[in-house]
C-alpha cells in the first residue's frame, strides 16, 4: 500500500513540476496546427449552418401527391405556350 502511494506521489510530482523541454518546432509544425484550426471552424460551420442532415433528408423524402399535382400542371401550361 506503501509503495503504490509513493508511486502516485512521484507520479504527480513529475507532472507538477517543470522541466526543461529541448525541441524545435520548425514552420511546418505551425502550419498544421494553423490548418486543425480552420478544418475545426469548417466543420462547425457544416454542421450549424449548412444542416446536412436536413438537406439528405430532403433529398431522399417521397414527394407529396399536391407536389406531383402541381408539377403536373406547370408542366401541361409551358407545353400549351410551347404549341
Partial sequence: MKFRFNFYVIGILFLIIPS??????????????????IAFIATIYATLILK??????????KK????????????????????
Fill in 20 to 37: 526543461k523541454a529541448f525541441a524545435y518546432l520548425d514552420p511546418v509544425t505551425g502550419l498544421a496546427v494553423f490548418q486543425g484550426v
Fill in 52 to 61: 446536412p442532415l436536413k438537406f439528405l433528408k430532403k433529398l431522399f423524402i
Fill in 64 to 83: 407529396n401527391e399536391n407536389q406531383l399535382k402541381t408539377k403536373e400542371q406547370a408542366n401541361k401550361t409551358t407545353d400549351k405556350n410551347k404549341v
